[in-house]
């Protein structure tokens, strides 16, 4: 089922992780629609948002929570075959003991009411169930999976690559003087390196003009950190990936984040390139206008804004003051 049509139907046994599942299409860049109406289902594919042309793939979970309305998705499932409609069906499955105790541990009532105990429910839902499961492109066994493991499923399933391949790298630039980012998984203070904005020419520029850039990156201590975050980012990126995480956001701070945390993050990013091909890189606090009133010194430290120059001697360390 690599590279699956544009609409996927997920149905199963209740219990089986349907919710888990439609979570981790999310998560995938599928459109998820929950316990949709089956009479419904051949209209999907017509809406002009999430039509085949406009890339968007979508996952319609549906079980017998429909109650008699389930009846129609035989039916249903004919008419996308009449209309060709690419599609294929992910049937969910789990045996009887592990659905007996999921539902006692949630406590949640059967969707199906015929008999009397939880066994005899899911006996029931079986024989209701016996026909689509034959019909399902894919039947996935969900007894002894984690959640984890059933997202790192469905991404082989859906993508045919793994959560590690699919990882999204976010490398970010921001100033220490403006917060730092509440998303960031990893974080980088880079403020040990000279500041930009004590040289005259290019206090008005940033990281991303070629002279600030060469400014920062000239220095040896820079190029070994950029190999460094590097290295260390891709040597433990499947550790990332296989918490079921779909992106992995690494901060990197300066002072007042336009001039050494932009060149050090577009660096950053085009050496984990080589290696990880999902990887963005923005910059937090860079459009802040170094000539807007009252932020003329944005990369100067704070406390420090009125000050002209530094002193001699922390120019020549690096340090900010």
Not at 118 to 134: C, T, V, Y
Not at 258 to 281: C, K, M, N, W, Y
Not at 290 to 298: L, S, T
Request: glycine fraction near 8%; proline fraction near 7%.
């Amino acid at each position: 089922m690599t590279g699956l049509p544009h609409l996927l139907v997920v149905t199963g046994m209740s219990g089986a992780g349907k919710t888990l599942a439609m979570k981790a299409l999310e998560d995938l860049d599928f459109f998820c629609i929950d316990n949709l109406p089956p009479s419904f289902l051949p209209q999907v594919p017509r809406l002009q948002h999430l039509a085949a042309d406009s890339g968007r793939r979508v996952a319609v979970a549906m079980d017998v929570r429909g109650g008699d309305l389930f009846a129609d998705l035989f039916d249903a499932l004919d008419t996308l075959q009449a209309d060709a409609v690419p599609h294929r069906i992910l049937f969910l499955d789990c045996s009887d003991d592990i659905l007996v105790r999921r539902f006692s541990e949630t406590r949640r009532r059967h969707p199906v009411d015929e008999g009397r105990s939880l066994f005899e429910h899911i006996a029931a839902e079986r024989r209701i169930l016996a026909g689509l499961r034959d019909r399902a492109d894919l039947v996935l066994d969900t007894t002894g999976m984690t959640g984890h493991d059933l997202k790192v499923r469905l991404a082989r399933i859906v993508t045919g690559r793994s959560l590690e391949e699919g990882l999204e790298v976010d490398v970010v630039s921001f100033g220490f003087k403006h917060g730092v980012p509440l998303d960031a998984d990893l974080m980088f203070d880079v403020r040990f390196l000279p500041n930009p904005f004590y040289e005259a020419e290019l206090r008005p520029l940033t990281g991303l003009d070629s002279p600030v850039r060469d400014y920062v990156l000239e220095r040896p201590e820079a190029a070994a950190f950029v190999d460094d975050v590097a290295r260390f980012v891709m040597r433990w990126l499947p550790g990332f990936a296989a918490t079921g995480r779909p992106r992995l956001t690494i901060a990197i701070g300066c002072t007042g984040g336009q001039h050494r945390s932009v060149a050090l993050t577009e660096a950053i990013g085009d050496a984990i390139r080589t290696g990880h091909p999902f990887v963005d890189t923005r910059h937090r606090d860079m459009p802040r206008s170094p000539d807007a009133p009252g932020d003329e010194r944005r990369d100067a430290p704070p406390g420090d804004e009125r000050r002209a120059a530094p002193r001699g001697e922390d120019v020549a360390r690096g340090r900010d003051v």
